[in-house]
Nanobody
Framework: QVQLVESGGGPVQAGGSLRISCAAS????????MGWFRQAPGKKREIVAAISWSGSSTYHADSVKDRFTISRDNAKNTVSLQMNSLKPEDTAAYYC????????????????????WGQGTQVTVSS
């Protein structure tokens, strides 16, 4: 079992920056590939970014590429999402997710691949 707790969300003006983090507890964090997803009201959940267990492989959705950066610190059991140049359309609840990935060096982009989810943190970008 892995418990995930997101933090760092809040209101921000368009063009601003925000860093959200996800703290994991339970089984060894380094054996899990991680992902960030978001869901806006009335919209489907979508992948934002993903990272391999080692951090050597990352994925960023086209909509956030060059603005958001996913990273992880296995020593601190955390995964973070640095969000720059925020836009109103980035407004959503952001969720981190974990997928057991022993022996797999890549990342996962499908929500159904993930085993554990956090409770989410709200990011609201005003124009």
């Amino acid at each position: 079992q892995v418990q995930l707790v997101e933090s760092g969300g809040g209101p921000v003006q368009a063009g601003g920056s925000l860093r959200i983090s996800c703290a994991a507890s339970g089984r060894p964090f380094s054996s899990y590939a991680m992902g960030w997803f978001r869901q806006a009201p009335g919209k489907k959940r979508e992948i934002v970014a993903a990272i391999s267990w080692s951090g050597s492989s990352t994925y960023h959705a086209d909509s956030v590429k060059d603005r958001f950066t996913i990273s992880r610190d296995n020593a601190k059991n955390t995964v973070s999402l640095q969000m720059n140049s925020l836009k109103p359309e980035d407004t959503a609840a952001y969720y981190c997710a974990a997928k057991e990935a022993t022996g797999y060096t890549g990342y996962y982009t499908g929500g159904k691949s993930y085993d554990y989810w956090g409770q989410g943190t709200q990011v609201t970008v005003s124009s």
